[in-house]
């Protein structure tokens, strides 16, 4: 079991809006999407998320500092808007987080650092001089940073009693439900499903260690079930456009792909320096954000509100189930989908 923490963490982000207009909204739908950081964290906060208000921005900004657990700050090139004393909104934040002794993660965005303006060349140097702070160059490498930060911090507090889902033990697990070479763990599920249901299964002799030179192939037979059927026309299109560019914003490679009514498949390459739920979890959340975005009128025809369902189903390519089989299977039900969508 998983202690959870007393009180969910609120984290606020800090950087140049203008800057980082898509990543912060990425980071964020990260932040709350994931299978692990959701639960121990209660709020993100964006400042351009906040309605008009008859209040000053810096008295604001600096009040949700104030209440925030852990200030996250990204330094990129610019340094921003200058106020009557030469200071930016960014700099302000990360000197008040420094004042009341909050929990302080700095990501320096890019390596050239003769590119900054000389005033975020400063701040960064202020930054270096006070913390350990991390470089990182794209989305991914970002996410990858902040994951592994936040739980090194939820570890320090004992939030976290059981390790990583990649290496946990599998309470309940019996020789009859491992076979030979291919050990079966459940993905994304609350409890074992009726009927036994959906597994992850990892194939006789395949690769399992974390460096990032190996890559997993994992059909994704995923079904991440949908709340209704609203994967049509302009939106099911772009679904799969949003799919595309996540997986190649985070290195991985889609084989092949189907977007349905109400689920999708997807069959998916990526390193195995990600775990399988962690990179549900980017693909969900990222592609929920964007899509509220862009179609706002959607949410009103969800159930609950919910683009993605929590659960989905991950299997990886074995002597039985092969590549040509998944690739037939995906292509087949696109097939149908399309004979079906004709009738509507």
Request: glycine share 8%.
């Amino acid at each position: 079991m998983t202690r959870m923490a007393a009180t969910r963490l609120k984290i606020f982000i800090s950087s140049v809006q203008k800057e980082f207009a898509q990543v912060r909204r990425d980071l964020k739908a990260f932040l709350l999407g994931d299978a692990v950081l959701h639960r121990f964290i209660g709020e993100v906060f964006l400042f351009e998320d906040l309605p008009a208000k008859d209040r000053r921005a810096d008295e604001v900004y600096l009040e949700e500092v104030e209440r925030c657990d852990i200030y996250l700050g990204l330094f990129g090139f610019e340094y921003g808007y200058e106020d009557e004393n030469g200071v930016s909104p960014t700099e302000h934040e990360y000197n008040h987080a420094t004042r009341r002794k909050k929990t302080r993660l700095i990501y320096v965005w890019g390596t050239d650092d003769k590119k900054r303006t000389p005033k975020m060349r400063q701040l960064v140097s202020k930054a270096s001089g006070q913390l350990i702070r991390r470089r990182v160059d794209d989305v991914s490498a970002l996410t990858s940073e902040v994951y592994a930060s936040l739980v090194d911090h939820l570890d320090g507090m004992g939030a976290l009693r059981v390790p990583p889902f990649d290496t946990s033990a599998c309470d309940g697990a019996t020789l009859t439900r491992i076979g030979l070479g291919c050990p079966a763990l459940w993905a994304g599920r609350k409890s074992p499903p009726a009927g036994g249901g959906p597994v992850i299964q990892v194939p006789h002799g395949s690769q399992t260690n974390q460096s990032c030179g190996l890559r997993y192939k994992i059909p994704f037979g995923v079904d991440a079930q949908i709340s209704k059927w609203v994967l049509r026309g302009d939106l099911r299109r772009r679904v799969e456009e949003l799919f595309e560019e996540i997986a190649q914003d985070f290195g991985f490679e889609i084989d092949t792909m189907e977007v349905a009514v109400d689920h999708v498949h997807i069959f998916l390459d990526f390193p195995p320096c990600y775990a399988i739920a962690k990179v549900m979890g980017i693909l969900k959340s990222i592609s929920a954000s964007r899509v509220f975005e862009e179609f706002p009128e959607i949410k009103k025809q969800l159930w609950s509100g919910e683009l993605w369902e929590d659960g989905y189903f991950a299997r990886t390519v074995g002597d039985h189930v092969t590549a040509e089989v998944i690739r037939r299977y995906i292509r087949h039900h696109k097939q149908e989908q399309g004979r079906q969508l004709k009738l509507f």
